[in-house]
C-alpha cells in the first residue's frame, strides 16, 4: 500500500465541489514537507495541478485548489466539469524512506 | 517550449534488461533534477523510481528497483537515461520522465513537466 493514502474515488455532479483527502504521516506532511497534487486524464500522462500544498502552476484555473493541515492535505474542485474525470495524485517527501512518495490515486467521475 | 521525449520501451523477457531514454529541450538540463516515475499496468497508482541530481553526481533509487536499474544523465545530449537490468513482471508499466520545477536540487520542487511515456512489458 501506499505511504500517502487517498481514496479510491469519489464522483459528483456537474457544478458541484468535491474534495479529495491525503493522509500522510509525522516522516512526510506531519513533518512540513510540501503536497504536491496531480492530475492525470485518461492515456496521457500526470500533469502538475497544485505545488507547494496550495500554489497553482500558470494555465491551471482557480477551480482547483488546494491545503495542508497536520499530517493531510487536501484538493478540491469547485463547478465540477465532465472534463475533470481523471486520476489525481498527491505527492510528498518522506525523510525516514528519503524518497519521493505518492498516493495510490483518486479516481473522480462526474456524474 | 519545454519538452521531454521519452523512448527505448518495448516487450523484453524476465531477467532481461532494457534502457530508456528521455531527450530533454527547452530548458537548460543541466540545472534541474530529473527522475523516472512509473504507472504499473495492473491498475496501481504513480510510483517513484529514481532521481538525479542536476550535476549527475547524486542518485537515488525505490528499494524495489535498487541494485537493478541505474539512472544517468549526458549533459552534451541533453539526455536522460534509465538503464534496467534483471527486469521481473512487476516491472511492467508506462515509465515517465519527470523535470523537477526549480534548481533547488533533488527532493526539493514539484514535477512541473513531464514526458509522454515508454510502456515496458516483462513476459515471457
Known amino acids: 500500500q501506499s505511504v500517502l493514502t487517498q481514496p479510491p474515488s469519489v464522483s459528483g455532479a456537474p457544478g458541484q465541489r468535491v474534495t479529495f483527502s491525503c493522509t500522510g504521516s509525522?516522516?512526510?506532511?506531519?513533518?512540513?514537507?510540501?503536497v504536491h497534487w496531480y492530475q492525470q486524464l485518461p492515456g496521457t500522462a500526470p500533469k502538475l495541478l497544485i505545488y507547494?500544498?496550495?500554489n497553482r502552476p500558470s494555465g491551471v484555473p482557480d477551480r482547483f485548489s488546494g491545503s495542508k493541515s497536520g499530517t493531510s492535505a487536501s484538493l478540491a474542485i469547485s463547478g465540477l466539469q465532465a472534463e475533470d474525470e481523471a486520476d489525481y495524485y498527491c505527492q510528498s517527501y518522506d525523510y525516514i524512506l528519503s524518497c519521493w512518495v505518492f498516493g495510490g490515486g483518486t479516481n473522480l467521475t462526474v456524474l | 517550449e519545454v519538452q521531454l521525449v521519452e523512448s527505448g520501451g518495448g516487450l523484453v523477457q524476465p531477467g532481461g534488461s532494457l534502457r530508456l531514454s528521455c531527450a530533454a529541450s527547452g530548458f537548460t538540463f543541466s540545472s534541474y533534477a530529473m527522475s523516472w516515475v512509473r504507472r504499473q499496468a495492473s491498475g496501481k497508482g504513480l510510483e517513484w523510481v529514481s532521481s538525479i541530481s542536476g550535476s549527475g553526481g547524486s542518485t537515488y533509487y525505490a528499494d524495489s528497483v535498487k541494485g537493478r536499474f541505474t539512472i544517468s544523465r549526458d549533459k552534451s545530449k541533453n539526455t536522460l537515461y534509465l538503464q534496467m537490468y534483471y527486469l521481473r513482471a512487476e516491472d511492467t508499466a508506462v515509465y515517465y520522465c519527470?523535470?523537477?520545477?526549480?534548481?533547488?536540487?533533488?527532493?526539493?520542487?514539484?514535477?512541473?513537466?513531464w514526458g509522454q511515456g515508454t510502456m515496458v512489458t516483462v513476459s515471457s
Open positions: 507547494g500544498n496550495s
Open positions: 509525522s516522516s512526510n506532511i506531519g513533518a512540513g514537507y510540501a
Open positions: 519527470a523535470k523537477e520545477a526549480g534548481t533547488g536540487g533533488v527532493f526539493h520542487d514539484a514535477f512541473d513537466i
